[in-house]
T-cell receptor
Framework: KNQVEQSPQSLIILEGKNCTLQ??????????LRWYKQDTGRGPVSLTI?????NTKSNGRYTATLDADTKQSSLHITASQLSDSASYIC????????????FGRGTSLIVHP | DSGVTQTPKHLITATGQRVTLRCSPR?????VYWYQQSLDQGLQFLIQ???????AKGNILERFSAQQFPDLHSELNLSSLELGDSALYFC??????????????FGPGTRLTVL
């Protein structure tokens, strides 16, 4: 069964600090991995999309990495801001023809001033 | 604002009832995706339509059905509602038929409460 596990479940950091969120998956065959940011009560917003051949992708202060051999991804947030407080969700799609996405449960990040 | 609109924003109904959620994709997007987000299950993919045709199916219950109309708007029909159907229902749209390599733009969601 395809699964996506994220850690930590929640994280509290001080404004200006960096942090790294983890995503492990067992989705096979692999198509792509996406990271989303979701503010409470709102729709997710795409941060990065990576395919098998990509191992790093950046979007401003957000940098995602992918190790397809170990089936792990990380999302690094640099110089955190109060507006980074949100849930970060890892999504992995298979390539079995329909590209069905499997969602992680997310990491809830709180940035304190 | 993602450009994807969903109506209604909130819906309160009783068990056993039937409701219809509506989604209008971004201009130019041919694909519409439906997702369910509940507290205990997280986000789950329900179904995708591309240019009026069903393209991919996820964990969608038989009590649920969807369609995409010629003007590309989509409706998700939920029937014989149960307490466990209470959730946020999101619609997303993108330009691509399949692959997930293009960004999906999410609407603001419809919060369904079943009493």
């Amino acid at each position: 069964k395809n699964q996506v596990e994220q850690s930590p479940q929640s994280l509290i950091i001080l404004e200006g600090k960096n942090c790294t969120l983890q995503c492990n998956y067992t989705v096979s065959p692999f198509s792509n991995l996406r990271w989303y940011k979701q503010d409470t009560g709102r729709g997710p917003v795409s941060l990065t999309i990576m395919t098998f051949s990509e191992n790093t992708k950046s979007n401003g202060r957000y940098t995602a990495t992918l190790d397809a051999d170990t089936k792990q991804s990380s999302l690094h947030i640099t110089a955190s801001q109060l507006s980074d407080s949100a849930s970060y969700i890892c999504v992995v799609s298979d390539s079995g023809g329909s590209y069905i996405p499997t969602f992680g449960r997310g990491t809830s990040l709180i940035v304190h001033p | 604002d993602s450009g994807v609109t969903q109506t209604p924003k909130h819906l309160i109904t009783a068990t056993g009832q039937r409701v219809t959620l509506r989604c209008s994709p971004r201009s130019g997007d041919l694909s519409v995706y439906w997702y369910q987000q509940s507290l205990d299950q997280g986000l789950q993919f329900l179904i995708q339509y591309y240019n009026g045709e069903e393209r991919a199916k996820g964990n969608i219950l038989e009590r649920f059905s969807a369609q995409q109309f010629p003007d590309l708007h989509s409706e998700l029909n939920l029937s014989s509602l149960e307490l466990g159907d209470s959730a946020l229902y999101f619609c997303a749209s993108s330009v691509e038929e399949a692959g997930g390599l293009y960004e999906q733009f999410f609407g603001p969601g419809t919060r369904l409460t079943v009493l």
